[in-house]
């Protein structure tokens, strides 16, 4: 790589309005890591001990990420901050519906009357960043384009372990993935978003160019999620796709049998989670970085896949059944508009 030059450099008459779109996303990309440095200053100081003690005591007894209760943490104030529209506008990230979907809760009353929706999110990309800006906030106009449907995008448990961040994702909306707190969720009416193909999926990730015309997402044997609906009962599954969502970073793929593949499986299997290795742009240069690239992402959602009633212990015809019919709409959701956003001979890979 070539080192760099004024000409990969953000210029100095760049526009207000997109340095905060970059300070927004910035902030994205790097709140752990500031949560994490905020910690431990705050337990360097002796005066920061005053704060921290009583704060951890709750931080231990409190089990909001896991049992359900961030319907409750749930902010739709903080959701609408204006923060989130400079990192939608960034990309941007714009949202697309097949169909409205029908009310969870009216408006006027404020009562469950609907059904609730599990949304499932494809492909993961590197970080899931559409999944973030049109479900995780309502910087796409989430409240707008469904009414009475309050979401929450679920991650990995490991996110929950960093004080004060965790409470931020709360605010969101955002909770843990976890079989028994999704059944919670569920359970007060609330919908959730799902990035089905997980850790294993990002590293499939590649970026759309001449040479790569497919899209490989890991669905064939994620079932869990139609199980959950089952035993849960008037559900809808919405099959969601995120056009450009693999575009945002370039990758170096690993080859299966590599020393560094080895790796990101031992980090899959002894953390929970892994990441391929990318790169994208800087915060004052274009050519090489951690921030994603301004690369459009259209998250469309489908048709709904309703199931009415509760089934105890679904058996596997009823599952394979199910989730068959979600493929099916997912794959319509992909077919009906990838001449929209580019993807018009790119070809969807179900490769596990």
């Not at 970059?22 to 431990?40: D, G, K, P, R, Y």
């Not at 028994?180 to 997980?198: D, E, F, M, P, T």
């Amino acid at each position: 790589m070539s080192p760099p030059t004024l000409e990969h450099c953000t210029p100095l008459n760049t526009p207000l309005r997109r340095r905060l779109q970059t300070v927004a996303v910035a902030w994205h990309c790097s709140s752990f890591v500031v949560f994490t440095l905020f910690n431990l200053m705050l337990w360097a100081s002796p005066l920061g001990w005053l704060l921290a003690i009583p704060y951890l005591i709750y931080f231990f007894r409190d089990k909001s990420p896991a049992n359900g209760a961030v319907v409750r943490r749930y902010s739709p104030w903080f959701r609408s901050w204006r923060i989130w529209t400079w990192y939608c506008h960034y990309f941007p990230i714009s949202l697309h519906r097949s169909v409205p979907l029908e009310p969870t809760f009216t408006q006027d009353t404020n009562e469950p009357t609907g059904p609730r929706y599990i949304f499932g999110y494809h492909p993961h990309g590197i970080g899931a960043l559409g999944a973030f800006g049109a479900i995780g906030t309502d910087g796409c106009g989430w409240s707008r384009l469904f009414p009475g449907v309050p979401v929450s995008l679920m991650t990995l448990v490991n996110q929950f372990h960093i004080p004060l961040y965790r409470d931020y994702l709360l605010a969101l909306g955002i909770t843990s993935v976890s079989r028994k707190n999704a059944l919670r969720v569920l359970h007060y009416n609330q919908s959730i978003c799902i990035v089905v193909g997980g850790a294993r999926e990002s590293l499939l990730t590649q970026p759309m160019d001449k040479a790569h015309r497919r899209i490989e997402i890991i669905l064939h044997k994620r079932k869990g999620f139609i199980k959950l609906a089952l035993e849960t009962g008037n559900v809808a599954l919405v099959p969601t796709f995120a056009f450009g969502e693999t575009d945002t970073y370039s990758i170096l793929r690993t080859e299966e049998g590599s020393w560094l593949h080895a790796v990101q499986m031992w980090l899959k299997t002894n953390i929970g989670f892994t990441i391929p290795v990318f790169y994208a742009r800087g915060l004052f240069n274009y050519d090489f970085g951690l921030l994603p690239y301004r690369k459009p992402i259209a998250v469309v959602t489908g048709r709904p896949v309703h199931i009415p009633e509760r089934v105890h212990a679904p058996p596997d015809d009823v599952v394979n059944h199910y989730h068959q019919r979600y493929i099916d709409e997912l794959k319509r959701v992909y077919y009906d508009n990838r001449q929209n956003y580019g993807y018009g001979d790119v070809e969807i890979d179900i490769v596990g």
